[in-house]
């Protein structure tokens, strides 16, 4: 039994207080003032909601909060995603295929497909030459050509086909380093880093000999592969 006037725990027989002297009176059981809940007489806090009795002076053992366990986001699958197959890298990193695996194009499929589309485009500088009347030294049919090289390779290459006339030949196509199709801007990067293969006397184009993923200084460049697109 607690005394009224100091809060001292004594003996359920005991008339006085063993501390102050003050008179017990007989009570019932104590119960919490929050939830009403009954009190033993050791307790200092209520056992059902922590509340604090008087006379207490120590604190609840709270347990500690509840952690929900880590929910994983579900995966992002690009083009050559899914199936929750492991996904594989290029040489640099960049994701290219994840579900099946791809077939680089060959030095010679590349080079069979680039003869394709010299021949193509000399084809349309003659036309072009002979219509307006142009020489071969003549500066605006040089211009001309360079612009009809642009929009010829990158224009195919930046579209939906991916590839140039030759390489639709050969049945290979250009992709990103995410597998997909490479924007305009990016082709027309490609086709100025071809000279780069051009200027290194062939050896930037010879490096698709001998790379893992068979591709061409002007890949590395750009951030392209040439895959077999069938």
Do not use: W
């Amino acid at each position: 039994m607690y005394c009224p006037n100091c809060n001292t725990l004594n003996d359920d027989a005991a008339r006085f207080c063993s501390k102050c002297g003050e008179y017990l009176e007989k009570q019932a059981p104590e119960g919490c003032p929050d939830c009403g809940a009954a009190r033993k007489p050791e307790e200092s806090f209520c056992s059902t909601c922590g509340h604090k009795f008087n006379g207490a002076s120590t604190e609840p053992i709270s347990s500690p909060p509840t952690v929900a366990p880590e929910q994983k986001a579900p995966g992002n699958h690009g083009q050559y995603g899914g199936g929750g197959h492991s996904p594989q890298y290029g040489s640099h990193g960049s994701t290219i295929y994840a579900n099946e695996q791809v077939r680089f194009a060959n030095f010679g499929e590349r080079l069979v497909a680039l003869i394709i589309d010299s021949i193509v485009l000399s084809i349309a500088g003659y036309i072009l030459g002979a219509i307006l009347m142009l020489s071969n030294g003549d500066l605006l049919k040089s211009f001309l050509s360079f612009i009809i090289g642009i929009g010829y390779k990158a224009g195919l290459e930046g579209s939906t086909k991916q590839a140039t006339l030759g390489k639709m030949v050969m049945g290979i196509k250009v992709i990103g380093p995410d597998g997909g199709r490479i924007s305009y801007g990016r082709a027309i990067g490609r086709y100025f880093a071809n000279f780069l293969s051009v200027i290194t006397l062939g050896i930037g184009y010879l490096m698709a000999l001998f790379t893992r993923e068979k591709r061409a200084l002007h890949d590395y460049v750009a951030g392209t592969y040439v895959i077999r697109s069938k």
